[in-house]
């Protein structure tokens, strides 16, 4: 195991590249200045003029990430990995080619996998060379998109079949994250709960105290 894969846990930032750049990437500054660690670039390209701009964008983002010990991850399109330094893939489903990606990106790169309530998501991924696996959505969220409610026993199952992290997402703040106290993961992702904060330092220190309080 790469010494970046031994940092799966904790907060796990995603960003909405969509979102007003400048504004964006203050926010991101802040975000791993203050102990933010995992960061996901979200497949969400609509607002973007071309290929071109997409690349300006990346280029404009690892630039700042570069200044940090940070984890960066591209949301599906794991053949950038060949044109930018990310050190891994999320895909939001299991590619049929995964033994095909993985032989391509090399086994130092992190591959991540989004699971609903389907254990059969479970099981695969302890049966491939999968990194970690998270549940989207555990609350309600705008941003998760047609992801749908996790149910308890689901990750519950996943936390005794796996031993890979575990991470979860959707709808999460640092109040509902207590209510989770009997669940077992690793860590947590989110995008408005740090992106739409006011007081980002803040957030992420309440977070961080959430984290405290369940032993992580």
Request: glycine share 6%; with cysteine.
């Amino acid at each position: 195991m790469t010494k970046k894969k031994k940092f799966l846990k904790g907060l796990y930032l995603v960003v909405d590249p969509s979102l007003p750049r400048k504004e964006l990437f203050e926010k991101v500054r802040i975000a791993l200045s203050n102990g933010v660690a995992i960061l996901q670039i979200w497949d969400h390209w609509t607002l973007f003029d071309d290929e071109e701009d997409i690349y300006d964008f990346i280029t404009q983002l690892l630039s700042i990430t570069s200044q940090f010990d940070c984890i960066v991850i591209i949301n599906n399109r794991w053949e950038w990995l060949q044109e930018f330094s990310f050190e891994g893939v999320h895909f939001d489903q299991f590619p049929e080619n995964l033994e095909e990606i993985r032989d391509e990106i090399g086994e130092e790169r992190i591959i991540g996998i989004t699971c609903g309530n389907n254990k059969v998501c479970v099981e695969k991924a302890g049966e491939t060379n999968v990194d970690y696996i998270s549940f989207c959505s555990i609350f309600p969220s705008s941003s998760a998109g047609d992801c749908e409610i996790i149910d308890s026993g689901t990750v519950h199952y996943a936390a005794k079949q796996l031993r890979i992290p575990i991470f979860i997402s959707g709808g999460i703040n640092s109040d509902n994250l207590l209510t989770l106290s009997d669940w077992k993961f690793d860590g947590v992702a989110v995008i408005s709960g740090i992106l739409n904060s006011e007081n980002i330092e803040n957030s992420i220190k309440e977070y961080q105290k959430s984290f405290e309080k369940l032993g992580m």
